[in-house]
């Protein structure tokens, strides 16, 4: 005759091993879940404003649409008051410095230009450092420093991501970011 109650307390094991295999599982789920819903929140000064913002513009994967039409308005053209969908990964870019710098406050120096600002500007530096397609004038682009971070240290972080153009000006003390190629300009060294 079969040894039922070993057979049985055999099932009863495996099923329990089966059981807590799950676990991991459903953790590794839960904290996925977590960080997927995680809130990536910037700050904003703009140093020809003085308007500040502190908000929420992602959640997880999802951009939230009321806080992009904030960040849109700060970041217009401060002389035309013409305002452009600013590009999202921009954000991105810069939550992403923030984090390695422990700092999402950034004081914008410039950020949307229209064409006629950018012309503008062009004319009154002589072309110099102002591109006649600058990504400033697509929402692409932002010029920033974080107050406390040496700007050479926010170029440094910017250039290991490796996520767009990463320019340098030491003497207006900003470093210009932006979404296209990866490519970089102004002095390497401090």
């Known amino acids: 005759m079969p040894n039922l109650l070993n057979e049985t307390s055999f099932k009863n094991r495996r099923l329990l091993l089966k059981g807590l295999g799950i676990i991991p599982l459903a953790l590794g789920y839960t904290t996925a879940r977590a960080n997927s819903m995680q809130a990536c929140e910037l700050s904003f000064r703009h140093t020809h404003t003085d308007e500040c913002l502190e908000l929420v513009y992602r959640r997880g994967e999802i951009y939230v649409p009321a806080a992009l039409a904030k960040i849109n308005l700060l970041m217009r053209d401060f002389r035309t008051g013409d305002v452009v969908a ?25 950020a949307y230009r229209s064409p006629a600002t950018n012309s503008f500007l062009r004319r009154r530096r002589r072309g110099s450092g102002v591109a006649r397609h600058s990504f400033h004038l697509e929402g692409r682009a932002i010029d920033v420093r974080i107050p406390g971070v040496d700007s050479t240290r926010v170029r440094d972080i910017a250039l290991e991501l490796g996520l ?17 190629p990866v490519r970089t300009w102004g002095p390497t060294e401090s």
Not at 88 to 102: S, T
Not at 167 to 179: A, N, Q, S, W
């Open 86 to 110: 600013m590009d999202p990964a921009m954000l991105d870019i810069l939550h992403e410095v923030g984090n390695r710098c422990g700092s999402h406050h950034f004081e914008i120096i410039s």
């Open 164 to 180: 767009g153009g990463v320019g340098y000006y030491p003497v207006e003390d900003f470093v210009h970011l932006d979404t296209g």
